[in-house]
């Protein structure tokens, strides 16, 4: 049985919820349920975010996780909050440029990845938290490649079409850290 729970937290304005639905519907395209539930504080941009993603092969009981197999947390804060929370053989993907933290656990896979940097790179920061979530599925291999293109391009509205092609390149430029690393 399939059972994915993930957590993904940052700063309000890094795209938090956003990577949470290219995910949760990236596992809908696969054929599997999802559940997506938002979590923010009162900031639009700076305060607290984060997001609960389950995706399993039968039906979902409950939207919320209290132990994640699966955490990326974009800033310190975020990384002091989950880290602890990551269920014995999960994954956190840490970004680096915010959270300089490192887990001291043996029981999890931690990767640390520059997020910023990369998105830097491919051409906006605004991109820092696809970067990290093509890191994360790089990992978890829980969804296609394939279909997480397909979620992002479902997911973007038709007024920013031109953020499609950078979205998919800023996922893959974080798969490719991951698996060059």
């Known amino acids: 049985m399939l059972l994915e729970e993930y957590i993904f937290a940052g700063f309000g304005g890094q ?8 995910a949760a519907y990236a596992g809908m395209i696969q054929g599997y349920d999802t559940a997506w539930i938002p979590s923010y504080g009162p900031e ?42 990551v269920r014995k053989g999960g994954v956190l993907v840490v970004n680096t440029n915010l959270a300089t933290q490192s887990s001291e656990r043996s029981d ?37 490649d394939e279909n997480m293109e397909q979620a992002i391009k479902w997911k973007i509205p038709q007024a920013r079409k031109d953020l499609i ?15 060059s690393t």
Do not use: W
Not at 165 to 179: I, M, Q, T
């Open 44 to 85: 639009s941009r700076g305060g607290t975010a984060n997001c609960n993603v389950v995706i399993s092969d039968d039906v979902i009981g409950s939207p919320h996780t209290h132990s994640p197999n699966g955490v990326i947390v974009m800033n310190a804060p975020s990384f002091d909050r989950f880290e602890p929370e």
């Open 15 to 22: 795209g938090i919820m956003t990577i949470g639905q290219f």
């Open 108 to 144: 999890i896979k931690a990767a640390y990845v520059p997020c910023a940097d990369i998105a830097l790179e491919v051409g906006n920061e605004i991109l820092v938290s696809v970067v990290a979530l093509g890191a994360f599925n790089a990992l978890k291999k829980v969804v296609s």
């Open 165 to 179: 092609d950078l979205n998919v390149r800023a996922y893959y430029a974080g798969k490719e850290y991951l698996e």
